[in-house]
């Protein structure tokens, strides 16, 4: 074929690349048109649905709103023609509706009304069986109806009360709003969406199957029925702007490429021909002639064809070369068959010393055919020249090593490399295995690959010792390896020569960082001298065992037991030292967190036996100080305004309430106070101590104290009693004034962190936020001996009556255990003491209510039951004079007896009762037979499990001796008023 014609085939199929891509360009404009209109009917569609919504919200808020009005529950009850005539009539114009029926619970009509004169509505819109099917899937409904020559929109609603606000009760009856949708109505939806809008039955389709223009977009919603069936479609038809600008482009662009393609395709053309089609003829009539002359011209050009040209030019220049070489070639042969009979007489001598090698050497082509077996295989393997190259394959064994012998040999084959020498197992003739060491080299002949060249040499002998010898040392490795104590050899320089995995684990290095390190760099100074003593004499041949501290690379240090021995070569020459290291850290840690342990375990019970006393003998104490706590304040109230007795009653009143609350510190030792536990801010608490007249006595009687103060404005709230923790700040401070008689500087501070352990150390925690409270003095400080007996009651470094009762920080210790907290005490004598204590932050926020004095007399009756007669004689008295009527029994048991008899509204039940019956008991007999029986609680101790049980059978208050007359009436008054149901009794046990 010409190359004209070629050329010409070449420039039709590349027009006919243009055109194809014409083709798919238009196809893909046509689909980005077909996506713009879907968006577009999908956007219109949104748009129909919105504002068909809007149209109906008024009839929609007219069905909702007077359904939920107690009017019209009224009017369903009692139906009333001229309420409805001012109401609904007035209603369908201002909602913008043409229909409402109101019915009844059973759906019977009570009222209809339209304000449609062309047309007649019917009485109901559905029958009753449809409104019930339509009301039973919900109280609410939203449905369209046909009507007449248009379509009704229905909204429904249940009526009931506005109390109701929650429409949980069932319908009084039910208010249904109908909207007709006539053609005004569609043509304000037209107007609406900017679009034509049209409503057609169900049975005609949704329009989309519509030949409209390919400018136009059609969109539908569905209108459903009372069945949840379309019963008609709204139907929109949209031209768009940029459809039309999108078709247009199209058109321009098809119309552009296409003019594009045929002008490419025509210059194309003439560019081939010029450029192509004229030098190949010039090139195939130099070639044809046999004559440089044609391309003579075309040689000077810098392109493909001036390359050919040139090309042809030196083939025609070489062939001349070529016959004069074929003429030397010819004398070159004669003298190589004259070489070639001296190296036969050379191949004879390589002979013999191939047959007389110890290893046997072969030769294979490259289909693994042997031609050459040396005669030493019968020797290394038993069988013969002619029966090892005839069958050698069947000979191998079943060592995993062997599945690589035929990949070796074909990698060389292929690559014409050697392969590096590789190991080849055989069964000898005799039935043993044989390890044959084999060594290749390709050959070739005339360049290429023509077979292998191989030496074999049997290895077995020395294989099984080199395996001897490295099984015997793998074992020694993993001995040494996997003991459970560290191993180190050291020279006699005293540096490490090795160390096994144990103890790069003990010393916290690599082994590549302990190789090379001297001993004084791992032991701790204080042990180093010891250790280098016992293994700095390794020729006395001594053993040796000791503890030691060392040192890791992390900073931090481990007790270890040491075994050292010296360190022999084979000759038996001592060449440095052997040490076994034995980790004991956790037996060390375990000896002595056992001696804390026991320590802490006789202080508890040494505090236990005094939390024991000390409250046996509060409780006493506050039923003695009862009287003396509430009849001063009842003299009060009869002695007139000048009285000369006044001062000293509320003295006597003043000093019991002071006693009380040392009392209450006993109770707080014994960890059996009452503690009113509330979300608090500790730094409120601190400053309210420092805001007290108590407080700036303190620090003018100490003017040479400087007092810092630095709160933490970030901490968080903890749960716990503001007045105990108020006792707590007040301690830590007095102590701290009391440190420093001479002056000197007080820090208390507040801070909030996350710990996992006590900045001291000492004791573990849960890991968790902490607000810190640090109270650092620089004061005499503390003997270390004396800080495990400061919490200790009465123990007290003091000057009998100087100050305090030395009671002090057991009721820090004590109410700090009660809120879960933890301490610590850092002291040194001459330098100074800090407290710090943590008490864990509180995720509970609990609302402080503002209480302000209330009346708390009342009328009611109420029974005192109480041992104690005088305290008796008090509750009743501070009961009468808040106007109760009040009657006290001695026990239990009386107390019942009274109940069976008279009927009163409350029972103040005293705890501390006879010993088989206490106020538990009491109150379980009372309950049997007068169930809901309030009762109030009280007890010279505070509250304990008795009292929790006895408030769980549905007790209210507890009450704590001694009281006055205002904490008495409040908790009479506040357990009155309580409903019966406010709490739910457990079952009497």
């Not at 072969?362 to 090892?388: A, C, I, K, L, M």
């Not at 540096?495 to 001993?519: H, K, S, W």
């Not at 000093?655 to 009113?676: K, P, W």
Request: with cysteine; hydrophobic share 40%; proline share 3%.
């Amino acid at each position: 074929m010409k190359t004209q014609v070629r050329l010409t085939i070449l420039t039709l199929s590349l027009a006919g690349f243009f055109l194809v891509g014409l083709s798919v360009t238009r196809h893909y404009d046509g689909r980005r048109a077909e996506i713009l209109a879907q968006e577009q009917s999908e956007e219109r569609t949104r748009l129909l649905e919105m504002v068909l919504d809007l149209q109906g919200h008024s009839s929609q808020t007219f069905a909702y709103d007077y359904s939920f009005w107690d009017d019209m529950v009224r009017f369903v009850k009692h139906p009333d023609s001229k309420w409805a005539r001012e109401n609904l009539e007035a209603a369908l114009t201002t909602y913008n509706s043409n229909a409402v029926w109101v019915l009844k619970s059973d759906l019977s009509p009570v009222y209809f009304l339209n304000n449609l004169d062309s047309c007649v509505l019917m009485q109901t819109p559905l029958s009753d069986l449809e409104l019930a099917r339509v009301f039973s899937k919900g109280w609410f409904c939203h449905f369209y109806l046909r009507h007449d020559n248009s379509y009704l929109e229905i909204f429904g609603a249940p009526i009931q009360p506005s109390s109701d606000y929650l429409r949980v009760t069932n319908p009084l009856g039910f208010l249904m709003v109908g909207k007709v949708l006539d053609s005004g109505y569609v043509k304000n939806l037209g107007g609406l969406t900017g679009s034509k809008i049209a409503i057609t039955d169900a049975a005609g389709g949704n329009g989309r199957s519509k030949k409209v223009g390919s400018e136009t977009i059609l969109f539908t919603t569905p209108l459903r029925s009372h069945t949840g069936d379309t019963l008609a479609w709204l139907e929109g038809m949209h031209d768009s702007k940029m459809l039309r600008e999108l078709n247009d482009s199209n058109v321009r662009n098809f119309y552009l490429l296409a003019a594009f393609a045929l002008v490419s395709s025509a210059t194309i053309f003439l560019l081939l021909v010029l450029w192509v089609g004229l030098p190949l003829r010039q090139l195939t009539a130099s070639l044809r002639l046999g004559d440089e002359s044609p391309v003579e011209k075309l040689r000077l050009k810098d392109s493909e064809f001036g390359h050919l040209a040139r090309l042809i030019i030196h083939y025609f220049r070489q062939n001349e070369e070529l016959e004069q070489e074929i003429i030397e070639r010819t004398k070159m042969e004669k003298e190589l068959r004259a070489t070639a009979s001296k190296l036969t007489v050379m191949a004879d001598e390589q002979k013999v010393l191939l047959e007389n090698a110890r290893d046997f050497i072969y030769r294979h082509d490259t289909n693994g055919v042997f031609f050459y077996t040396s005669p030493s295989v019968t020797q290394t393997t038993g069988y013969t020249s002619e029966e090892w190259g005839t069958h050698y394959t069947k000979y191998l064994t079943d060592n995993p090593m062997n599945r690589k012998v035929i990949e070796y040999t074909e990698a060389t084959l292929k690559s014409g490399r050697a392969h590096p020498p590789y190991l080849v197992e055989i069964c000898h003739k005799d039935g043993r295995p044989v390890l044959l060491e084999v060594n290749e080299q390709p050959y070739f002949e005339q360049g290429k690959v023509a077979g292998i060249v191989g030496v074999a040499r049997d290895v077995t002998e020395r294989k099984l010792i080199e395996e001897r010898l490295k099984e015997s040392e793998e074992k020694y490795r993993y001995l040494i390896e996997n003991i459970s104590d560290g191993v180190v050899i050291f020279d006699l320089e005293m540096d490490v020569l090795f160390a096994n995995r144990t103890a790069c684990q003990i010393f916290g290095y690599e082994a590549e960082e302990l190789c090379g390190m001297p001993l004084r760099q791992i032991v701790a100074e204080e042990h180093y001298s010891k250790m280098a003593r016992e293994l700095s004499h390794p020729h006395e041949r001594r053993e040796s065992r000791y503890e030691a501290i060392i040192c890791r690379k992390d900073g931090g240090q481990r007790f270890v037991l040491i075994a050292g021995k010296p360190h022999v070569d084979n000759s038996g020459n001592i060449i440095g030292s052997l040490a076994v290291f034995s980790d004991i850290t956790e037996v060390k840690q375990a000896e002595e967190e056992k001696r804390i342990l026991n320590g802490k375990l006789e202080h508890a019970k040494k505090m236990e036996s005094l939390a024991v006393l000390a409250g046996g003998v509060a409780h006493d104490l506050n039923n003695i100080l009862g009287p003396l706590v509430a009849y001063p304040e009842m003299i009060l109230m009869g002695l007139p305004e000048n009285s000369p007795i006044k001062k000293k009653v509320e003295m006597m009143g003043r000093s019991a309430r002071e006693a009380a609350d040392v009392i209450q510190d006993l109770l707080s030792l014994a960890r059996r106070g009452r503690y009113e536990m509330t979300s608090l801010n500790l730094n409120d608490v601190i400053n309210e101590y420092l805001e007290s007249p108590s407080y700036h006595t303190l620090a003018s009687r100490n003017p040479n104290v400087y007092v810092e103060v630095s709160l933490g404005r970030d901490i968080g709230p903890i749960y716990g009693s503001a007045s105990h923790l108020l006792k707590v700040v007040m301690n830590l401070i007095i102590n701290a004034f009391d440190a420093m008689p001479n002056g000197g500087r007080l820090l208390i501070e507040t801070g909030q962190e996350y710990l996992k352990s006590l900045r001291g150390g000492h004791n573990k925690i849960e890991a968790g936020d902490y607000l810190i409270f640090r109270v650092k003095d620089t004061g005499i400080g503390i003997e270390p001996a004396e800080i495990r007996k400061i919490f200790e009651p009465y123990y007290s470094k003091k000057k009998m009556g100087s100050s305090g009762s030395g009671l002090g920080l057991s009721v820090v210790y004590g109410i700090v255990k009660d809120h879960k907290g933890y301490y610590d005490v850092l002291s040194k004598v001459g330098v100074g003491t800090e407290f710090l204590l943590y008490f864990p932050i509180s995720e509970v926020r609990t609302e402080i209510k503002e209480t302000r004095p209330d009346d708390y007399s009342g009328t009611e009756s109420i029974l005192v039951i109480d041992d104690i007669e005088e305290q008796r004689e008090v509750t009743v008295q501070l009961a009468g004079s808040l106007g109760y009527n009040a009657a006290s029994v001695a026990n239990g048991r009386e107390a019942v007896v009274y109940l069976k008899n008279h009927k009163v509204d409350l029972v103040i039940v005293d705890m501390i009762l006879e010993k088989d019956f206490d106020g538990c008991d009491t109150f379980r007999e009372i309950i049997r037979s007068n169930p809901g029986q309030k009762a109030l609680i009280m007890s010279g101790f505070s509250a304990t499990e008795r009292v929790e049980l006895t408030q769980k059978m549905g007790a209210g208050q507890f009450v704590r001796k001694p009281f006055n007359r205002e904490t008495l009436g409040r908790a009479i008054r506040e357990e009155l008023n309580r409903s019966a149901d406010a709490t739910v009794p457990i079952l009497i046990p």
